[in-house]
Nanobody, 123 residues
Framework: QVRLVESGGGLVQAGGSLRLSCAAS????????MAWFRQAPGKEREFAAR????????DSADSVKGRFTISRDNAKNTVYLQMNSLKPEDTAIYYC????????????????WGQGTQVTVSS
C-alpha cells in the first residue's frame, strides 16, 4: 500500500498562493488516481480535486474551480496542488489520497491517506 506525505502548507494572506506537494512511496504511484481533500475546523472532510493515473483527466470542486490546479509527476511519484487566489474559507487541513483507477470524489473510495498539511489564509 502506498505511503503518502504532504508538504507545502502554511500561513498566507488572502489573494496569495501556495503549492502543496504529496510524495508517494511503497506502491506503484503511476497506477493510482490521486486526490486532494480538505477539512476545515468543525466541518466534514470534502473533496477538492482529483487527477487520473496518467494525468490526462482532472476534476475539481466548484468551490475551488478556476483557482486550484492539480497535477502529477509520475517520474517523481508526486502529486501537486497549486492554489491561487486563496480565500479565508480555504483554511483547512489538506489531505492527499490515493485510490484505484476510475474512482470518484467520495473519500471512502480512497485507500491511502497522508497525515495532512495545514493551510491557513488570513483576511
Amino acid at each position: 500500500q502506498v505511503r503518502l506525505v504532504e508538504s507545502g502548507g502554511g500561513l498566507v494572506q488572502a489573494g496569495g498562493s501556495l503549492r502543496l506537494s504529496c510524495a508517494a512511496s511503497g506502491g506503484t504511484f503511476s497506477t493510482y488516481t490521486m486526490a486532494w481533500f480538505r477539512q476545515a475546523p468543525g466541518k466534514e472532510r470534502e473533496f477538492a480535486a482529483r487527477i487520473s493515473w496518467s494525468g490526462g483527466y482532472t476534476d475539481s470542486a466548484d468551490s475551488v474551480k478556476g483557482r486550484f490546479t492539480i497535477s502529477r509527476d509520475n517520474a517523481k511519484n508526486t502529486v501537486y496542488l497549486q492554489m491561487n487566489s486563496l480565500k479565508p474559507e480555504d483554511t483547512a487541513i489538506y489531505y492527499c489520497a490515493a485510490g484505484p483507477r476510475g474512482i470518484g470524489v467520495m473519500d471512502r473510495e480512497y485507500i491511502s491517506w497522508g497525515q495532512g498539511t495545514q493551510v491557513t489564509v488570513s483576511s
